[in-house]
């Protein structure tokens, strides 16, 4: 069995890696990108289907064209975070996401249910994402109007 030290070290960085990726969700919902960089190591690889692979840059780069300025509300909840430390610098870890947005100047929606696949690393300000995966598992658009709603699954 580990030593006590390391037990409560492993329930530390657990408790770290938990704070950051609500902290991202949370600065992505705010439409914070200074927040969403700093969740990240510079040369962080990112695969977010159906947007696409960049790195930090490129991640700010389609948030900010797509979200930011608009009058668009996205909700992020992550469930389920399975977090496995691989040692005192690195871990992985699995999360299930429930995403929708809504654009309020058409009535357009999108449900999104998925997984994240995610590397971490420790740097000198903290637990930072390395390589994160987005994998949709279903994908619903629609629109909310005064005909009612209407939906269609593009994806599972």
Known sequence: MASLEERIARLEAESEIRKLK??????????????????????????????????????????????????????????????EI??????????????????PRTGGFRLIGSFYYDEYVRTADGWRVSKSRHEPRTIVDGTIGEGGVTARSILG
């Open 22 to 83: 609500a902290r991202y969700l949370n600065a992505c919902d705010a439409k914070d990108v200074d927040a969403i960089r700093a969740c990240f190591t510079p040369d962080a690889e990112l695969d977010y289907q159906p947007v696409g692979k960049f790195g930090p840059d490129g991640l700010i780069e389609a948030f900010t064209r797509i979200a930011v300025g608009s009058p668009i509300v996205d909700v992020h909840q992550i469930h389920n975070g399975e977090i």
């Open 86 to 103: 691989v040692d005192a610098d690195r871990a992985t870890a699995r999360w299930s996401l429930g995403f929708s947005t809504y654009d």
